[in-house]
């Protein structure tokens, strides 16, 4: 099922890579990069969840976004919103909230891979999951689509997600 998402996400992607001016993503680039897509669009980067440095009464894991060359940098903002979490292609059933600052902006695409944090209580309640999907959010709202990354985590009640942050 996860294979099938992907190759229709890259088919998406191609179709979308010729089409200019679409969505919240193209309203908001950064400088450099005129008049190719927006690395913000979900078919144009990759997502990859590691495990992080715990922290008191918490797991974290990290999500970390890279943009391949050839897309134009754009800018987002806060944490991502719709975060779903499944585990062999079967929902969870843990949502998400989000934490920290949602205003500050920060700068992805080419060589400037971002990063937000997924925290989790240790509650003794935690379900095995390998995939997150998310709706990115821009300074002027959400990036249209869904983006996906994968990775070996926990989740559980409570769970909340962190504000994109510069860095890989």
Known sequence: MRINRKIAVSL??????GTAGVGAAQAAPAAGGAGAPSACRPANHLAKITQSEASSGHSHY?????????????ELAGSPTDVRFSNGGKDTGITAGSYGSQQTVVTFGPGHPVHFDIQVPNNGQGKAADEASFTLAAPGGEIPGTSFAEGTFQVAAGTVIGPVQSGA
Do not use: D, F, I, N
């Open 12 to 17: 998406v992607a191609t179709v979308l890579a």
């Open 62 to 74: 990290r999500v970390t976004l890279t943009a391949p060359s050839g897309y134009a940098a754009c």
